[in-house]
């Protein structure tokens, strides 16, 4: 998964022009030989055997950067300049031999491994030298041509593009081996160990460092960052992130590395040309904007750890304040939404039809808000004889779109000083109020479709109607309702009705001419108001709406 995050520096990777143009020059068409002439030595080349290290679980990686590359207690900013240290602490003045990887056609993504002998390192660049003759695992390749690549680059090479090998052995026509010598090495003990020290380096180049933590000027420790990307890249290894999630980091980062590109070399061309009009500015600052609002969401992504888990209760039994939670299609147990604490955000991936939370059969309560800011989205909930309703905000604040609640007894209750806001949802089959305002709640209802069935058997005791509507209000102490947009449809019963309790004196006069007050309860003093919903609620209820649709049916 090395693609996840390429941080890879290309700067001293053969450059694939020059080699062609050399190897043109060198007239390819006649099999080349070393300047040393491997026909006249009778000598069979063989590659060396690289080193090889035992996998690391992600533990181990973050001990190691813990405890051996000492990154996690550093500032963002200062990471880089420890993992010099880290490199020359452990690679300065010892020799040993490795396979220098790099790209040798320009056409494809052919990898051409070259045999050198490293001498030294300084920071994160290696000084090499080509063994005699040259072992390099494509043998049309001249060593004229190798030896002018390196000599562009004046003999220094990235520390992550080298392989440590075993030294390797020249077999002559009689059978005898001539060792290569180990120079410095004492031991294969310490090559395994220089090849760990290269692994660990190599491996926080391409999964762990981002170009954005150089400009992290926090006082904060690396270990946060640390953590959450390493987490990430055994994540993705072990298929815990889905695929289409996986798709869609890389192309955003993908998107930021040619983005950051094309800024600093628009940064060096004006520049270089003098002072830059006022067109040059605004158009430099609007690419560092998308540079920084790239990095930002690829900031995000890797916080959050994109990490799903088998069962939605899993990830909530895991999640913090301000996580994000993403489901995608299947059918999950409702388990874990009893009681939504933390403020989290709770996101369907795909086609909400096909996301399905449903309700444990005969439960009290299926989902219940309490969290200071818990955000529902795109998602389907499937109530099964919960007595207590789909949908309870105990307190908080719920943030519901592009939800479907299929429900099989009560709708959505706002519970006193609790706030809803839904928009572009659906709630269907609800047994008594769609939604029902206790007092003291608030509430913003847009470009919803709610749908009631009143029992026959409540719609009237005594002559008076007593069942609850598609929106119920309890307006004792009235809610803050803002309702734009809505489609209310009920069937046998009202589209939206207002209540209080036995003790209080309250009268209607506004709905009818001639109203009468229930004595049994709350629900019976349930008045209707039929039609669209006029300025006359206003006058009992904090009511703020426009457009909204009634459908009353028998």
Known sequence: MSEIVDNIKEENAPNPELLEHEMTNMMLNEVP????????????????KMVVLPPLSCQERYDIYCKQVKVANCRPAQVMNRIHSYIEEN??????????????DGTTCHTVDILVEVDDVCIDQAHVNLVEPLIC???????????????????????????????????????????????????????SYIAQVIDNVRFFYEHIRRDWDDEDEGEHAFDAYLRARLQLYYDVVSGFVP???????????????????ELLDYQARIQ??????????????RKYYEVLMLSGLLQIWETLQLRQHKTPQLALQQAFEDDLILIFPGNYSGEGFHELTESVTIKGEGNKEEIIIEAIPYDDLFVNVCGSEVVLENLTFVQTDNTEGILRVESGHANITSCNFKCDGNGITVREGARLTMKNCTITGAKGAGVEFMAGSVALLENNNISSVCDAQDQFVDGKRTGKGGLHLHVYEPPEVHLHGNHIQTIGGCGVTVGRKKTSQFLLQSFQKSTTEGDGGDASSVQSLS????????HFVDVDSSNNIIEEMD
């Open 33 to 48: 030989c070393s300047s040393k002439q491997i026909s006249d030595l009778s000598v069979i080349l063989q590659m060396p």
């Open 243 to 261: 695929a289409p999630l996986i798709t869609r980091y890389n192309r955003t980062m993908a998107k930021y590395f040619v983005r950051r590109r």
């Open 137 to 191: 695992s494509e043998p049309t390749v001249p060593r004229e041509v190798v030896e002018t690549q390196l000599e562009e680059l004046d003999y220094t090479l990235d520390i992550i593009e080298l392989y440590p090998v075993y030294p390797p052995d020249e077999i002559f026509d009689d059978g005898t081996k001539a060792e290569f010598e180990y120079s410095c090495l004492e031991n294969l003990e310490e090559l």
């Open 531 to 538: 039609g669209k919903i006029g300025d006359s609620l206003k």
């Open 272 to 285: 270089s040309e003098g002072e830059p009009t006022n067109t040059e500015a605004v158009e430099c600052w």
């Open 91 to 104: 690679l300065m003045n010892k020799k040993w031999f490795a396979l220098w990887k790099g790209p040798y």
